[in-house]
């Protein structure tokens, strides 16, 4: 099985940014695409980027040019670059890995943006 743990959530004010993590373990081998998901109060989970294991990224339309998905080559870890973040932004994220044996999904990491 493949497990995954988010980190970097937090409490930012609108046009910061905040980097996300990912820590990905146990069968590293059975991880493929990878992504980022976020779901804010009263709202359905919405997709936010994937990277798949050749490295080609699809984004949310209306996050393009603002948040930037990255993993390194062993896929241990993945990585969410958000910047300029608006109030809209804020939402539980969560980090998706697809393997073989079904889709392994974290906790979860706050993200707030308020002034």
């Known amino acids: 099985q493949v497990h995954v743990v988010e980190s970097g959530g937090g409490l930012v004010q609108p046009g910061e940014s905040l980097r996300l993590s990912c820590a990905v373990s146990?069968?590293?081998?059975?991880?493929?695409?990878g992504g980022w998901y976020r779901q804010a109060p009263g709202k359905q989970r919405e997709l936010v980027a994937t990277?798949?294991?050749?490295?080609?990224?699809n984004y949310a339309d209306n996050l393009k040019g603002r948040f930037t998905i990255s993993r390194n080559k062993p896929r241990t870890m993945m990585y969410l670059q958000m910047n300029s973040l608006q109030v809209e932004d804020t939402a539980l994220y969560y980090c998706l890995i697809q393997t073989p044996w079904g889709d392994a999904w974290g906790q979860g990491t706050q993200v707030t943006v308020s002034s």
């Open positions: 990277m798949s294991t050749t490295g080609s990224t």
């Open positions: 146990g069968r590293i081998g059975g991880a493929n695409t």
